[in-house]
């Protein structure tokens, strides 16, 4: 050991000139047996900050997924906006072609071809023709009614007719029709179904 160093109790050499500059300083803080825990230290923050990186990381990856989800929840719900916009004016308009088939209901055959009439009768299918036309562009579509078995998703039972030759539940009357807006049901069709007479 050299001149400059003191031996301190743990045996361990100190400069005598780092002594003076510690004097006064309590023992406890000068105290070098620390070192090992203090070399423990950074590795169990390297570890802890790696566990929270993964957990960041997690939680981008959940936060990626939500913002797919509604995005794609987003695009559905403005598809449905454009393919399904016109849903209440078409309901409305549907009184207006049940109103147009009635015109030509109570018209009687005999009359369709008196002069006064004519026109009138072809004026009014003219009007209907260009009716469905329109519905057909907008993807509106009249349900099939008529000898078919009630379908609850389309059809709506009104009354039951004793009938010889239906099959009971089959549709035998139409009472007010129905119509589809591409998949979905705008209105359901009116109708009476066969039942086994008494």
């Known amino acids: 050991m050299s001149e400059t160093e003191t031996e301190t109790e743990d045996g361990q050499g100190r400069d005598p000139e780092v002594d003076k500059e510690l004097e006064g300083v309590p023992e406890q803080f000068l105290d070098d047996s620390d070192e090992e825990e203090e070399g423990e230290k950074p590795a169990d923050e390297l570890a802890q900050l790696k566990a929270e990186l993964e957990e960041a990381k997690q939680q981008v990856l959940y936060a990626k997924a939500d913002t797919q989800n509604v995005r794609r929840r987003l ?31 109570t018209v009687p055959e005999e009359m369709r071809e008196h002069s006064k009439l004519e026109g009138l009768v072809a004026g009014i299918e003219a009007t209907q023709r260009e009716l469905e036309k329109v519905f057909t562009q907008h993807g509106i579509s009249r349900i099939a009614s008529m000898g078919l078995p009630l379908d609850p998703n389309q059809h709506q039972a009104m009354i039951e007719i004793p009938h010889d030759e239906a099959e009971p539940g089959t549709i035998v009357q139409e009472m007010q029709s129905g119509y589809m807006i591409k998949d979905r049901l705008l209105r359901p069709a009116m109708v009476g179904v066969a039942k086994k007479p008494d």
């Open 75 to 105: 695009e559905k719900d403005v598809a449905d906006a454009r393919a399904y916009a016109a849903t209440g004016f078409a309901r409305d308009i549907l009184s207006v072609a049940d109103n147009l088939a009635r015109a030509l209901e």
